[in-house]
């Protein structure tokens, strides 16, 4: 696909570099698919579920918050940039609370958070504070895809580490670093991106042991580069956790973690993903400096979705529907797990989630799972959707990404679309291999 | 002030060039001057009025919208990237209203508009899409502070065309524009940004006569430039005319406009400034590009606020609300204008706003306003405060940047704020002339 038919048939020669690099996001391929078929279930969409959204919450939520002049008056004007004080206070110690820690432990001071329109934009912040063209990202391969889609649009490269079930692979993070250094490229790392909970798309988590030793590891080679090297740890699902799943620790909690480690979270995924709050913990220059570009890109989070996310918590709203939509998810991937048991073939591997919202599975090595492969286009004809495991590999691993793998999604779909989706897919895979 | 010192005490090297160039924003610095003195008066603040909040219908809004579980369902989901279907359409049909045309004009096609997380988001995804580093804009003198601040950080250089009471001067931007051409910059020019309702900071308007003079006069040098130049028509306080004001359409009705002109607008500040929804109409491939860079911003402005917004257009809440809000903005300026009329000297010229949310107010020559001038300080001694002009001024003005004028809001200052606060500014001004 050219430049030009890509933006709609017309030049962009005379566009920025960043509109002359962008690309449309696979992800809206997928959409088109799901309007060209509409019969077909989508276990692509990263959506959450309809059912358990918090309609009566927020409906209570919404006359607590207009009950007085003075209260809607406040919520309905402009806030401040950095986001509502009690909003910031309250993530900062609920982060420090998830992280076992004092409240008054400093890595979760206040005045280190940032609220955001949702992580997405958090994460787009960020990007704009440290990277220029050519400068290069360490990745968890695979990893989030829109994610890549921003380093993509921004020139910046990527290194992918494989990932594993507890986390990326750490030799290989080494060697990685170790290239980079003997080549003289270690100047131009800014940042190691990790999923670190339930990771999209895998599911896997870091273990507190890996994150040890990849902030150890990647200070190590800050003398080399000359500068700080970030680590941003994305907790996007981290509150997605199962019932029974343990809580594990951030890399915030970790010693010298305070001015490395980038830390983002999110109030939509748990709470509602039409309600756009995310949020990050970040060190000095940082914060200043991405406090500095959202007040140029909006002058601070709407407030009015601040103070429902606010008042959400303040009235325990928030934890108890997080508590059902936890018992929820978990219904639903063990019901997609015994599905698969059911209906895939044994030649596939999967894993058991223990939180978040996908599936990670694997084909044989002779079968491709890509957009236009013999699987998805059997997919497509017995009408069902997954992600292909080939958007979630950096560009690095060009020309030759994993290409065996699909991400399915069980976040969305009721529990018969689960059980319909995954029994085709077995159909198409059968058909394909 | 250094690099260093701004981002608070520590080196920025290892950040992103944007990171590097983007400075605090002159605006905090006035606001640090509240916190500092909490009973100063602040006219420098371009907040709303607070009494005016639509606390009442957002109240019904909010019934409505959580009426049915169905409902809230839809609006708690994501939607998606370029907005709701509905609002856009209302959003299309409105503008063609306003501007006096058929719905089915081509120029107000629901397809063209995206909507936003406020109308400042707009202006930035526009300017990722279109400048590199040392391109071109042309802008009005003295023109929207918050738009000078951004282009700072994209390192854009700025080509100041002398405002008008009707818009800005012709045979200046002719002028500007053929020394581009001779000096071989033409083909850097970008963009023409006109904020052609009610000014921010004039107040002034642009005249239809004007528009037309201008879109013909940009377009004859594009066959030079090599390439499109836009012109950005930002109607952000259009709707805020007073009730007498003459509605005056925008450059989309005129020929030829529709390729060329972007016009962005706003729900906030007609509505409330806590719901941070805006919108802009633009052509292909710009529409596309847009779109894909708010995907990696934010995957669409959150559902929820767009909903509020619709549902208010739709009651009527928007249309009743609005006619009120016109008219208490008339009386407060009304109120400012009597109060000038008795406590400043003959010396200062000033305007009478026809819509909008400022005064604009000039000294004599010899006095400066500038934020280390002997009337700021006189000012903060009377406690009383204002936006400098010389904030409002391109950096190509630089060092000779206009340091006579001031911006007086009315906005979210009470009717006995503003005349105490016109007051102690008439003293101030006395004491410095």
Redesign the interface.
Known sequence: MTKIA???K??????????QR????PISWLMDQKLKYPDLISLAAG??D??S???AE??KI??TI?RT?KR??E?????VGAGRDILRKLTASNTALLDGQDEHHPAYRSDRVLIT??S??FL?LLS?????KE?IVLLEAPTYF?YL??LQ?FGVQSRSIPMEPDGLNIKLLKETLETLKRTGQLSRV?LLYLVSYFQNPTGYSTSHAKKKAILKLVRSYEKDA???IYILEDAAYRELKFPNTPEQPSMLTLPRARDRVIYSGTYSKPF?????VGYGFLP???R??LL??K?????G?????Q??VEEALISGLYASHLKQLQAQYHKKAEWMCQSIEKYFSDSMTWNRPSGGLYVWANAPDHVSTGPGSKLFKACLKERVMYVPGSYTYGEDLQPNKPDHAMRISYGNATLSEIQQGIKRLGTALRASE
Chains 1, 2 share one sequence.
């Open positions: 890509a933006a709609g017309q030049s962009i020669d005379h566009l920025s570099e960043l509109a962008i690309e449309a996001p959506f959450t309809g059912p959204l918090p309609a927020v409906q919404f006359k207009t002049k809607s008056m919520i309905l004007q402009y806030g329109h949702g997405q934009q787009y704009e504070a440290l990277f220029d400068d829109v889609g921003m649009s800014k000359g500068h700080p509602a993903t039409g309600i756009r000095e220059p940082l200043t400096i500095r570009i007040g140029n890109h909006d002058f989070t709407a407030n009015l979705l103070a429902v």
